[in-house]
C-alpha cells in the first residue's frame, strides 16, 4: 500500500501547487507561460536524448521474436504478419502491433486447478483496456489542437462533432475522455487487484496512472460543472504555441491546475516508462524481418575472435586419426 | 532424483505471489535448483575471467577485488553494443503480460521467476547506475546497489531462464527475457560465474569438435557402430563418409545424437535416409557439433564455436550445409552464424540434388534444416513411406522453442510427421507453435543436480502431454531438438509415465521403404506393428 499512497500523495501535492500558486499567490506568469514552456524544453530534449541514445547502439544480431510459419518451401503457406520476410511484411506487423496492440491481444491467463491441471483461459482485458486507453488519448490530443492552431487544425471540429454527440447539461461528454478514464480505472483497478501485478508494481506505475487520472480529470471538470472559460483559455494557449505570451485574467484556477499537471507529465515522460510508446517502434525482436538465413545481417562491432583452427585441432589428433584411417592434411 | 520431491508437493505452490511481493533477499542455494559452478581445468582451457575452483554454495565466491567495476563497465559496454539491452531496460511498462508465460513461474510460483521480475533484479541495478531518476530518487524509483547479494540473485534466477523466449510472444513491446538474461550472463562471465553444464560442453566442443568431446577416431568408430547397427536392422549397407573432400553437402547434427538414447535412433534414421535417396555427404569430426553452448556464455564464445561449421565446409569444399535436429542450434544457425562467420560465399546456393528445390530461405547462410529438406522430398515422391511402421505409436508433437520462435519452422516437421505416421494428435493451442513450452532444460540447464528447476519448469509441457495422453492415447512426442530428447524422458517419467521421445527422423527412418531391406523391426528393434494402422490423423 506504501507505493500507492507514496505515488497519490505526489500528484495531489503537484496538483495543490498551481492551486496555490495560482488562486493565492497569484503566480499567472510561472504555471501560465514559464512552466508549460519549460516542461515543453525538457519534453524535446528528453526526448530525442533517449531515443538518440537507443539509435546510437546497433543492433548487431537479427533476432526477430517469430510468431508464426517462416517463409520456406513454396508450397508451405507462410503467415507474413507473424514471421515477416519482406520490409512490406514488417510494416504490416508493426502497424498491427502499434495500431492494435497485436501481441496483447494474444494474451491468455494460466490457473493451476487442483489434480495437477493446468488450465488456460483467453485473457483479452487487458488487451481491450489498453486499446481503450490509448485511442482515446490520441483523440483526446487531436480535439487539444482546437486550443493551439488558428484556423483550428482540420478535422478537429468533425472528431468532437462525433466524439461529442452525447451531451450532460447542453454540454459536451466527449466519448474519448470517457473511455479514457474507464480504461485508466481499468488499469489502476488491476494493478491494485490482480496479485501477479500487484506484486511487480513499482511506485512509478501508480505515480503514472495518477498523474494521467487528474490531468484527465481535471480536463473532464472544466466541461462538467467547474467551469473556465474556454476563449481566454485558447488566448493562453495560442500565446504558447506562437511564442507571444498572453496571460488572460479570469480563466480559471482549475485551468491551471490541469495545464500544470500536464505539464509535470509531458516532463517527466522522457525519463519514464512512459517512453514505451517511441520504444516499440525500435523494438528489434518486432521491426526486423525473419530472413537471417537469406540476408545476412551485419554487426558493426564485429570483431576477431580466439578460434581453435583445423590445423590446430589436427595436430592434436593427427596419430589417432591416422591409427584409425581418417584422412590428414598433414602427414 | 533421491532428493526429489513427489508431483503432489513439488505443486504445492500458489502462482499467487501475495501482496507485498517478493522479499528483496539473496536466494538460498537449496540442493535440486542450482547447477554446479564450471571446473577450472575448462576455465583454463577457455580463457575464461577470474579462474578458480568455485561452487554457487560456497560462502566465499572469490570475486575479484574490483568486482562491481568490472560489472559495471561491462553492462555499460553491452548497453553501447546492443540496442535491445538498452531499449528492454528502458521501455518495460510492467503491464504483467509476460507474467504467467514463464514455465518456470508456472512450475515454481517464485514471483522472481516471472519474467518481469526477472528482467527487473537487472533493471533496477540499471536504474540505480545508468538513469538519472534512479541515482536521485533510488528505491522510490526502483533502483537498487550493487551488491554481492544482489549478484547471487543474478546468478540464481539468469540460470533459471532457459532463454526460451516464450514470454517476447506475448510482451506488447517484444522486450525478450532471452536478451537480458544474455546479457546478464555475459556480466556474471566477467566475474566468473558460470555453470559446469554450459562452460564444459563449451570447452569440450572448442578442443574437440563437439560438446561430449569425443576424439575424431571414437567418433569414427561410432558411426561405424551406427553402420553396423543399420545393417542389422534393415539387411542394407550405408556407406559412411567422414571427413571427406568433395562431397557435395556437409552435414552437421548435435553430438548427443552419436551416443545419448533416444537420439541414436534419430542418426539411424538420417543413415537411412541418405543412403536412400543417394545424398552425397559427409560427416566432419572437426565440426562434429552443431549445437552451440557458447551461445548460454557470450556472444564471443558462441562465435568461437561456430566459426568450425564454415571453416570445415571451406576446407571439405563442399556446396553447402544440412543441418540435423537441434533446437538451439538453430538459433544459432538461423540468427547469428552468418552475421557472425559469414558470408559464405565460398558455398553455393543450396538445391537438393534429389527434386532441384531451390532453397532459396537459405540463400545466404546455405545451410538448410533437416526438416525443410526431407518436407520437400516427400512433396516430391522422392521416397517412400510405409507409415503403418509406426502404427505403434499415437504421436503429438512437442515444438522447441529455438525452431519455434527463431526460425519459424511450424509446418515442415509436421508435414513429415503427417505423411510417416497415422496417428497424430495436437496439444492444446497454448502450448505448441509460438506458444511452446520450453522442455525445462534449455539454455545449459539440463544437469542433473538442478533436476527440481528443470522438472518444475518441464512442467506446463508435461502436463499438455498428460492433457493428449488422457484423450487420444498419446504414447510418443516426436520433437526435433536435442536437448528435448535428453531431458523429455525424465520429465515424463516423473509427470507422466508412459510417453515416449522420439526424434522425426526416428520415424522418417520407420517409414522409410529402402530398396532392397530385409526389415522386421523399427530403429529400436522392437518389432513392426502387425497390420494396416488407423487413418485418424488430426
Known sequence: MGEVAAALLAVLVLASMPALGVGLLRGHLLFGVIVPWAAMAVFIWGFLFKVIGWLASPVPFPITTVAGQQRSLPWIKAQPLESPSTRGA?????????????????????????????????????????????????????????????????????????????????????????????????????????????????????????LIIAVVATGILMRQGFYVDVFKAKELAMGLATFHPALPRGIGTLFYVHLFLASVLFAYFPFSKLMHGPGVFLSPTRNLRNDSRARRHANPWDHPVKVHTYEEWEDEFRTAMKGAGMPVEKE | MADTPTPEEMLRISLDPGPAGPADAAPVFRKGTYSYGAPLKHQVYLDLPNQRQWQPHDADWQLPEDWKTRILDGMAQLLKKHRSFRLFLDTCVRCGACADKCQYFIGSGDPKNMPVRRAELLRSVYRRYFTVAGRLLGRLAGARDLTEPVLREWFYYFYQCSECRRCSVYCPYGIDTCEITMMARELLNLVGCNIQWVVEPASNCFRTGNHLGIPPHALKETLEFAVDEVKDLTGIHVDLSLNRKGAEVLFVAPSADFFASPHWYTLLGYLVLFHEIGLDYTWSAYASEGGNFGLFHSSDLAKRLNAKIYAEARRLGVKWILGGECGHMWRVLHQYMDTFNGPASFLEEPVSPMTGTHFTNARSTRMVHITEFTADLIRHGRITLDPSRNDGWRTTFHDSCNPARAVGLFEEPRYILKHVCNAFFEMPENTIREKTFCCGSGAGLGADENMETRLRGGFPRANAVRHVKEAHNVNLVACMCAIDKASLPPLFEYWVPGVEVAGVHELVGNALVMAGETRSTTLRGEPLPQGKGSDDVH
Do not use: C
Request: charged content about 20%; overall charge positive; hydrophobic content about 55%.
Open chain 1, 90 to 210: 514488417v510494416l504490416g506487423r508493426m502497424a498491427l502491433e502499434i495500431l492494435l496492440f497485436r501481441s496483447l491481444a494474444r494474451n491468455d491467463r494460466i490457473e493451476l486447478k487442483r489434480a495437477e491441471k493446468l488450465v488456460y483461459g483467453s485473457s483479452r482485458y487487458l488487451w481491450l483496456g489498453a486499446l481503450m486507453f490509448h485511442w482515446s488519448l490520441f483523440f483526446i490530443l487531436f480535439r487539444h489542437l482546437r486550443f493551439f492552431t488558428q484556423p483550428v487544425f482540420p478535422g478537429v471540429a468533425a472528431i468532437e462533432y462525433v466524439d461529442g454527440a452525447f451531451k450532460v447539461n447542453l454540454h459536451a461528454l466527449f466519448a474519448t475522455d470517457v473511455l479514457a478514464a474507464l480504461g485508466l480505472i481499468y488499469l489502476f483497478a488491476r494493478r491494485l487487484f490482480s496479485p501477479q501485478v500487484r506484486a511487480i508494481s513499482l511506485p512509478a506505475d501508480y505515480f503514472s496512472l495518477f
